[in-house]
């Protein structure tokens, strides 16, 4: 890709992992080849893929009683919804 990216184009990416990862998780078979293609096109690479598919096969299947947590949230300090000391997120006006 050139250098002339988006300035979300890293996290579009990261979005297409985590839902790569989901689709493997929830054994999607219809969405999967269009997934990957579309990962390949933004520079991934077979390996990759083969690497996004082993974690989430270590994931399991989706558990409908656990919350979601999007993969890596634990490590980048993202504050959990439930949490009463979060900020809510929302904008004053004035």
């Known amino acids: ?24 998780c929830t054994g999607d078979t219809v969405t999967e080849p269009t997934l990957r293609h579309v990962l390949m096109q933004t520079g991934l690479t077979e390996a990759d893929l083969d690497a996004l598919t082993d974690q989430a096969r270590a994931l399991g299947p989706p558990d409908p009683d656990r ?23 929302q904008i004053t006006m004035f």
């Open 1 to 24: 890709m050139s250098d002339d990216r988006n300035i979300f184009f890293d996290e579009w990416r990261a979005c297409l992992r985590a839902h790569f990862i989901h689709v493997i």
């Open 67 to 89: 919350p979601f947590a999007p993969p890596g949230a634990a490590e980048t300090g993202t504050e959990r919804a439930d949490d009463p000391d979060a900020d809510s997120g």
